[in-house]
């Protein structure tokens, strides 16, 4: 074993001579003061280290050590040569169990990132040619503008346990969620979100855009302030992409201890207290948008505003019910008659049982927020699941797109985990079977087949269903930005809102939201707020691809306000006919929405279309419309 190593270490500092220089193992003497002295610790034989470390286990990752790293390429690699103990841990000639080790922690003190340099890539793999992969730890970044992030920022030349288990960093702890992590968004090194601009310079975007500067605003207990300091130093140009150590504590990958997030709107200012909801709060810290209602509200002149951004792939603010525009009319005016009889707010506002800081008596309700809390217990759906212990501690978010503890089909049997644990945070065929067959069994598994297979098609063709309704609601509400307004929406382009009446080919930027030029000269300011609103709900809606599930209530909701709203600028239940009116093959209304049995709804009711449910309110019982229509 030594032989075998010292010759891998002649052969590895022969790659670069200037590596050589900065430390190569205990060979090196020529290196820089501080680590001089403790690379010059000598060398033991490892048949020691095994004999006394046999069955040590890695307090950080619960995993033993020895049988890990024999498992591992630096035991076992192509060069041939083995990488020992000792090329990490430095020298044990003063340790013998009692004595320092020069590096008790090898990555921390950049051992690893010694070996595995950028002029390394490539060196390590039969063919000498750069994986991929290996790109993808190092893009070299040489200017400003957009440009693929990286795994190994400055920030992680020293964390590679950030990702890598240490004693067996492929193929140990973790590898599965590693690959699952590496296809998916938070780790897509050329992705917009990471790759569009340098985000660790902007102290307003560090906190969802970086994952150090999510780690700061975490640790600072969220506070509203946003992280106030960026950790960019001149020539520095790498960018982070949401590395494990985002949601993870180094070395171990145990999930990060979180308290109740706050939203801050508004640029802190319109404060959202969200409920503690376990190791969902990770998430909704950055899945909540920017801004919300309140930020419209504090617009002082809407003939010349820019657009209020919400942000994208707010999930959290849609199940929260925390961010949608709602004031086209007062939230006190009564609708419907009798015991039907509500007002608009109570319809537009959570339950303040599952979100008690914000939410109203009587508002409503939502199974799928629920989810991963206590209050799934004794669910209706299946009570025989939904009993103490079972999907109650996670939080909606994680339990849905990645793991819902306790859940007894759970498709790995041993652990009752989704493979990989669900590191891809899709909503796939194993999420079907692990949680939305427990209450969508009729919608999700009438395909016949092999599971999984089954339960994918069957979850594509339902949420299909869900989302093209969803879309072609939203299309209303884009015609008549379009056709009695003047605006153009372009969901691609930001600031996405563009001035029509001012310039036909649709480049001009918004900025008159009371359309004045089209009113007879008048800038009624609270028209204009309602039109931004309206504009705001659009976007909200349409950057969040799973807003139909997220929140079916209140999207629905918002969506038929803002038509009402949009079509002549008065709440006065026109929605149906607008849309009918703007696309009359898709809302197609009959004298019912569904047809009934045994007091539950079957099926659409004669030439009834699903989008037309989806638009207008109607009874789960009897199938007819609701009246007023609103959902
Ligand atoms: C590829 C580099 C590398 C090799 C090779 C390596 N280690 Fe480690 N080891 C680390 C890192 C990094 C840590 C600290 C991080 C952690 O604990 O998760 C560590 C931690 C340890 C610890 C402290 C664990 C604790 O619970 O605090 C022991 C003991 C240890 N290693 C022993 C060994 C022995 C024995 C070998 C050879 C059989 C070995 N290491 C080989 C990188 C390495
Ligand atoms: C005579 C037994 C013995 C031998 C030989 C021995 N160790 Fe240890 N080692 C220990 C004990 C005991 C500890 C302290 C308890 C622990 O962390 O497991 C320790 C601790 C360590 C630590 C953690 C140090 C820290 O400051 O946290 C590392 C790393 C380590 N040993 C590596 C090695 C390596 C590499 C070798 C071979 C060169 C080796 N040990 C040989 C018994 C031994
Ligand atoms: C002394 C140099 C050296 C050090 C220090 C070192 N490595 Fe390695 N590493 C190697 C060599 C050599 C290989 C084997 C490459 C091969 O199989 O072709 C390797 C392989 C790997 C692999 C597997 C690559 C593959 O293609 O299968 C990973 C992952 C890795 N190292 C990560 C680390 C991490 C993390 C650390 C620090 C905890 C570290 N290395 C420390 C030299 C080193
Ligand atoms: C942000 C996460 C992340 C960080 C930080 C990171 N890696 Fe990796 N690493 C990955 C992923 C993802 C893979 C490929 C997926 C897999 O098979 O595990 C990988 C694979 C590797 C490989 C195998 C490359 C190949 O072509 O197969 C080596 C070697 C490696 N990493 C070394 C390192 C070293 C050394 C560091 C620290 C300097 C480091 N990594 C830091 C995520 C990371
Ligand atoms: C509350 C968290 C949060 C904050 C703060 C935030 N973003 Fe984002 N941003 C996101 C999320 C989540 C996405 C993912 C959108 C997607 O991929 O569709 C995103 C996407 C983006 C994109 C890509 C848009 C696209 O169309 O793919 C850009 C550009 C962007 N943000 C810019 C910024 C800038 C500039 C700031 C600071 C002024 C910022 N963001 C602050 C959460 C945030
Ligand atoms: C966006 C947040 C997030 C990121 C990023 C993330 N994870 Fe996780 N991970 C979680 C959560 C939450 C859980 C807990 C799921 C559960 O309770 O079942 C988890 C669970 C795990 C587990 C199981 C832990 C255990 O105790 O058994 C491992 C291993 C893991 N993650 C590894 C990784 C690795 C490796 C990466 C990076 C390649 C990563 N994770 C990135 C959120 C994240
Ligand atoms: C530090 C901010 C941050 C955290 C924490 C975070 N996300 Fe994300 N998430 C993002 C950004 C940014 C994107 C867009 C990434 C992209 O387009 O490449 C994203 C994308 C996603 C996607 C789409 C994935 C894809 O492949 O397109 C899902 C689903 C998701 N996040 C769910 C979650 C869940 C569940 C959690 C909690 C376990 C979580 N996120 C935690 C910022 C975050
Ligand atoms: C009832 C299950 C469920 C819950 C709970 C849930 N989601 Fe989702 N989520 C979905 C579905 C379904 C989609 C749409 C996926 C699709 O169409 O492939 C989705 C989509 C997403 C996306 C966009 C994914 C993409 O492909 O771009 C993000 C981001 C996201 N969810 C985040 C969250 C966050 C954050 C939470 C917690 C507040 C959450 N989700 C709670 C089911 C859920
Ligand atoms: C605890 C039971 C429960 C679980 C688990 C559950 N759902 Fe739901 N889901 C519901 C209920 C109840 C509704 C009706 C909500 C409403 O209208 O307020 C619903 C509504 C929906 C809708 C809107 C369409 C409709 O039929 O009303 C979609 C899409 C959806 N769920 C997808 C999912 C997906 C995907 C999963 C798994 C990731 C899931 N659900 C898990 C109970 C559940």
Redesign the pocket.
């Known amino acids: 074993m030594r032989n075998k190593k010292s010759s891998f270490i002649m052969l590895f500092c022969a790659l670069s001579l200037t590596a050589l220089l900065s430390g190569c193992g205990s060979s090196n003497k020529e290196g820089n003061a501080s680590t001089t002295a403790l690379d010059s610790v000598a ?2 034989d ?1 048949a ?2 095994a ?3 046999g069955s ?1 286990y890695n ?1 950080q990752s619960g995993m033993p050590i020895y049988s890990e790293y024999v498992q591992s390429k630096h035991f076992i690699n192509s060069t041939g040569n083995v990488v020992g ?2 090329d990490c ?1 430095g ?2 000639a003063q ?4 004595g ?2 020069p ?3 090898p990555d921390a003190a950049g051992k690893c990132f010694v070996c595995h340099k950028p002029e390394f890539l490539g060196q390590f793999n039969t063919n000498k040619v750069p994986t991929a992969i290996q790109k993808a730890h190092f893009y070299n970044i040489t200017g400003a503008g957009v440009h693929d992030a990286m795994y190994v920022t400055k920030n992680f030349e020293n964390g590679c346990t950030a990702c890598h288990e240490p004693h067996n960093p492929l193929l140990g702890k973790g590898a599965a969620e590693r690959k699952a992590w590496a296809g998916s968004g938070h780790g897509l090194v050329s992705n917009a979100p990471f790759a569009d601009e340098d985000f660790k310079t902007s102290t307003a975007c560090i906190r969802c855009h970086t994952s150090t500067g999510y780690v700061n605003f975490l640790k600072s207990g969220w506070t509203t302030a946003f992280p106030a300091t960026s950790w960019a130093t001149p020539g520095d140009n790498g960018r982070e992409v949401l590395t494990c150590r985002t949601c993870h504590n180094n070395d171990s990958f145990s999930v990060r201890a979180t308290t109740a997030f706050t939203i801050p709107y508004n640029s802190g200012k319109s404060p959202k207290v969200l409920p503690n909801i376990s190791k969902s709060n990770l998430c909704v810290a950055c899945h909540s948008g920017r801004e919300n209602e309140d930020s419209i509200e504090s617009v002082t002149d809407f003939s010349n505003a820019s657009f209020k951004n919400s942000h994208y792939k707010a999930g959290a603010a849609l199940m929260y019910m925390s961010a949608g525009f709602r004031n086209f009319t007062t939230q006190s005016t009564v609708i419907g008659t009798g015991t039907t009889a509500t007002t608009y707010a109570k319809t537009l506002n959570p339950d303040n049982v599952s979100v008690p800081t914000y939410g109203i008596a009587g508002g409503v309700t939502s199974t799928h927020r629920k989810l991963g809390t206590t209050m799934i217990n004794g669910d209706s759906h299946n009570k025989a699941v939904f009993v103490p212990g079972s999907f109650d501690d996670n939080g909606p978010c994680v339990t849905c797109h990645l793991n819902a503890n306790g859940a007894p089909t759970g498709n790995d049997p041993a652990t009752g985990r989704r493979p990989a644990t669900g590191h891809s945070w899709k909503i796939d065929e194993n999420a079907v079977a692990q949680v939305c067959i427990n209450c969508h069994s009729s919608e999700t598994a009438d395909i016949s087949g092999p599971v999984p297979v089954a339960n994918q098609a069957a979850l594509d063709l339902f949420l299909e269903e869900q989302s093209t309704a969803s879309t072609d609601s939203l299309e209303v509400i884009t015609y008549l930005l379009l056709n009695n307004w003047g605006i153009k929406y372009d969901g691609d382009v930001y600031p996405y809102f563009y001035d029509m009446t001012l310039d036909p080919t649709g480049k001009t930027v918004l900025k008159d939201w009371t359309r004045s030029a089209l009113r007879g000269g008048v800038k009624d300011q609270a028209f204009g707020k309602r039109m931004m609103g309206a504009a705001f709900n659009l976007q909200l809606i349409t950057k969040d691809p799973g807003a139909f599930a997220h929140a079916r209530t209140y999207v629905r909701r918002l969506i038929y306000d803002s038509i009402d709203w949009l079509d002549n600028g008065i709440m006065d239940f026109s929605s149906g006919a607008t849309a009918k009116a703007a696309f009359p093959l898709l809302f197609i209304q009959d004298t019912q929405a569904f047809n009934a049995v045994d007091g539950r709804i079957t099926t659409l009711f004669g030439t009834t279309t699903a989008d037309m449910t989806y638009l207008l309110g109607y009874s789960r019982s009897t199938g007819q419309w609701s009246s007023p229509e609103r959902p």
């Not at 340790?95 to 009692?98: D, I, K």
């Open positions: 060398k033991v490892e020691l280290c004999q006394c470390h040590s307090a103990c000792q841990h020298g044990g340790h013998n169990g009692v320092p080790m590096y008790p922690n």
